[in-house]
Every structure is written in structure tokens, then in C-alpha cells.
């Protein structure tokens, strides 16, 4: 696998999903003795400098998941920054009034309580839609607008929001762990 594509999973030291890290941010980690532990087998081994009086060259292997020690500032915000990639992730790309499945062009953001009318941007309020089902509501509430939601809009927890960000990249034991992590909420990626 390419070196560049793979993402290794940080956790804090109590085994809470943190952020993705590419393979040098968690080299960098390991060489500063922050690493509390790590779970599975390396995905990836790197060759550093050989030793002038044995001749030996350094290696370090990364797993695909590793917990590190001290407090984590950068990342961790309380609330998944909202984007059209990841509402269209969360809602399968799918409209949610008409259940059309649709590429990432097709889509728009829905505000269910329009903008307009003191709807928040947030995630409990936006959705994806297609054109078409955007236009029809228009200005207004899906009630005003005789349209039913098939599915009730949600905030992706963190292990959630790790998961939609990284999706086609994603280990498998990675996604095992992350999904233990999931709510009830969570609809499985597609």
C-alpha cells in the first residue's frame, strides 16, 4: 500500500478516538516516547540510519492504531466540523425525502427548518437532498411541505465523524474499533 494514503488512528490514552495521523506524525510520536500502547499488527515498517559502530540500521513499525500519552489540543474539538462531504457520508447519499441515491454533484444541503425561518446550520438540522426534493420544499418545513424525512438527522460522535472523514481508507481493524464506539445513530457506510 502506498505509504502516503495510509492513516494510522490516534487515541488518548483511555482508548478514545482522537484524530487520523499520517505515518510521520506517528513516527515523530514514537521518537518522542509518547506512545502508551498500541493495538494490532504493523502496518508499515520504517528504515532509519544505520548504527557506525554496529552497522545496524534503526526500524520502527507502526500499527494502525496507537494511544498516546499527554494532552491532545490539536483535532479534538467537542462538535465534527459539518461539511456537504460528511452530511452526504452520514446520509448514504441519499436524499432524505425522496430515498434517491446520488453522486456528490447531485446532492445539496437541506436546512429542515430553512435558514431563513431561524434554522440553525448544524447537524441536526441539515441533510442531504437532491435538487429536485430542495427545490419542491423551497422555503419551507417538510410538514408545510408534505414531505417525510426517512431519517432523523444526527451529530456524529467522534469515533463516528473519524469514521465518515476516512472512509475509503479505512483498516478494517480500525473500523472494528472505531465501531465500538459508534451510537445507536449511526448509519453503517455504504
Known sequence: MNQSKLSILRLNIGGAPIEWL??????????????????????????GGRNRMTGLQTKLQL????????????GHQTTPT???????????HLCM????????????LDHIVPVSRGGKHNWTNVISACKRCNQIKSNKTPEEAGMQLLAVPYRPNRAEY???????????????FLSSHFSRNWRELS
Open 63 to 74: 500499527p494502525g492504531i496507537i494511544a498516546s500519552t499527554g494532552t491532545i489540543h490539536r
Open 22 to 47: 499520517n505515518w510521520e506524525d506517528a513516527a515523530c510520536l514514537y521518537a518522542r516516547d509518547k506512545i502508551a500502547w498500541s493495538i494490532g499488527e504493523p502496518i508499515m515498517e520504517i528504515c
Open 97 to 108: 425525502y425522496c430515498g434517491d441515491q446520488l453522486s456528490f454533484k447531485e446532492l445539496t
Open 82 to 92: 459539518l461539511s456537504r462531504r460528511t452530511v452526504f457520508m452520514r446520509d448514504q
Open 162 to 176: 473519524l469514521a465518515l472523514i476516512n472512509s475509503k481508507r479505512i483498516r478494517s481493524d480500525q473500523m472494528q
